[in-house]
């Protein structure tokens, strides 16, 4: 299976936040707080999209803080 970037969601932007990758469903944003998901930001590292693909594989998008 080939993958671009450009299929991907940008974790980075709000506007892509919630919207179907290549076919899949997008998580909120989520982040762990005592052991547990949360949903919502945390802190820097700290953020995570989860999403499928039609190959019905599970992915996870981490977002790093801005340089």
């Given at each position: 299976?080939?993958?671009?970037l450009e299929d991907?969601?940008?974790?980075?932007?709000?506007?892509?936040?919630?919207?179907?990758?290549?076919?899949?469903?997008?998580?909120?944003?989520?982040?762990?707080?005592?052991?547990?998901?949360?949903?919502?930001?945390?802190?820097?590292?700290?953020?995570?999209?989860?999403?499928?693909?039609?190959?019905?594989?599970?992915?996870?998008l981490q977002e790093r803080p801005k340089?």
């Open positions: 299976m080939d993958f671009k991907a969601p940008n974790p980075v932007s709000d506007a892509t936040r919630g919207q179907p990758a290549s076919g899949g469903d997008v998580t909120p944003v989520r982040h762990i707080e005592d052991g547990a998901w949360v949903d919502g930001p945390g802190v820097p590292w700290n953020n995570f999209d989860f999403f499928g693909d039609p190959g019905s594989n599970g992915l996870v340089s």
